[in-house]
């Protein structure tokens, strides 16, 4: 398993990737807190964007790129990241122990006893916590 570049850091920390890095194993890498806050960076960044390029153009050109550039930074990306987050969220339900679990929360991928992301991996608790789900 391969160790995060600084780019790497910086590329997880705004999300932008199309797909799970192979470093991210042990957890899971899309979660809904890690969607939000990478969404609210890249408008942060979006918002800074605008200001600068309203003091070059003209505010219809700015209004425009701002749209887009909210689209296609901001919305698309978390949309396409929460669709993937319930994904594997569904892989971890059908294929894994933990799935079947009472202990198990799906909102948030955490076994509730450990208070451990779950993934499709082995159970964090190595089945010793299992309990069915009723
Ligand atoms: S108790 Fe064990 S099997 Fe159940 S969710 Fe937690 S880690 Fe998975």
Not at 25 to 52: K, M
Request: one cysteine or more; glycine letters at 4%.
């Amino acid at each position: 398993m391969s160790e995060p570049t600084p780019t790497d850091k910086i590329l997880d920390l705004f999300l932008l990737r199309v797909r799970e890095p192979e470093y991210s194993t042990d957890a899971p890498y899309y979660t809904t807190g890690s969607i939000v806050s990478a969404a609210l960076l890249r408008l942060v960044v979006v918002i800074l964007a605008g200001y600068g390029l309203r003091q070059v153009a003209s505010g219809q050109v700015t209004w425009t790129v701002m749209l887009f550039a909210l689209w296609a930074l901001v919305a698309w990306p978390a949309y396409n990241q929460y669709v993937r987050f319930n994904t594997n969220i569904d892989d971890i339900k059908r294929d894994t122990l933990c799935g079947v679990c009472r202990h198990f929360n799906p909102t948030s991928q955490l076994c509730s006893v450990l208070d451990e992301h779950v993934t499709t991996d082995v159970p964090p608790c190595e089945g010793e916590a299992w309990e069915p789900r009723t």
